[in-house]
C-alpha cells in the first residue's frame, strides 16, 4: 500500500514558477513509476508527465514540454514537477500517482495510488 501527500500548489501570476511535490509512504517507493496528472473544472483528468522507477524514463504531455519536468528522490520517496513559465490554461488540481509498471505511463488506468490533488491557480 501506498499512500501519496501532494503540495506545493498555490496561486502564481502568468510566467511564474511553482514547484510540486508528491511525498510516498512505504519501503518500495523506488519500485514505482510516478506520474503527475491534472484536472480542470469540467474537463477530464489529464496526463501531464511520468517518470519510471528504473532507468528514470521521463515523458510528458505536448502541452507542458520544456516547460515542466518531472524528478524524483528515491532516498526521500518524493517526485517533483518543477512548473515554469505557467499559463493560465495549467490552471487546475494536479494529482501524483503510482503504478508498479516499469514503464511511462500517460493513461490513468494502470496507475494503482493516487493523492488527494493540490491546486494551482494561474493568474493572467
Known amino acids: 500500500q501506498v499512500q501519496l501527500v501532494e503540495s506545493g500548489g498555490g496561486l502564481v501570476q502568468a510566467g511564474g514558477s511553482l514547484r510540486l511535490s508528491c511525498a510516498a509512504s512505504?519501503?518500495?517507493?523506488?519500485?514505482?513509476?510516478m506520474g503527475w496528472f491534472r484536472q480542470a473544472p469540467g474537463k477530464e483528468r489529464e496526463f501531464v508527465a511520468a517518470?519510471?522507477?528504473?532507468?528514470?524514463?521521463?515523458v510528458y504531455a505536448d502541452s507542458v514540454q520544456g516547460r515542466f519536468t518531472i524528478s524524483r528522490d528515491n532516498a526521500k520517496n518524493t517526485v517533483y514537477l518543477q512548473m515554469n513559465s505557467l499559463k493560465p490554461e495549467d490552471t487546475a488540481v494536479y494529482y501524483c500517482?503510482?503504478?508498479?509498471?516499469?514503464?511511462?505511463?500517460?493513461?490513468?488506468?494502470?496507475?494503482?495510488?493516487w493523492g488527494q490533488g493540490t491546486q494551482v491557480t494561474v493568474s493572467s
Open positions: 517518470i519510471s522507477w528504473s532507468v528514470g524514463n521521463t
Open positions: 500517482a503510482a503504478t508498479t509498471l516499469n514503464t511511462v505511463v500517460q493513461v490513468t488506468r494502470p496507475y494503482n495510488y
Open positions: 512505504g519501503p518500495t517507493f523506488r519500485r514505482y513509476t
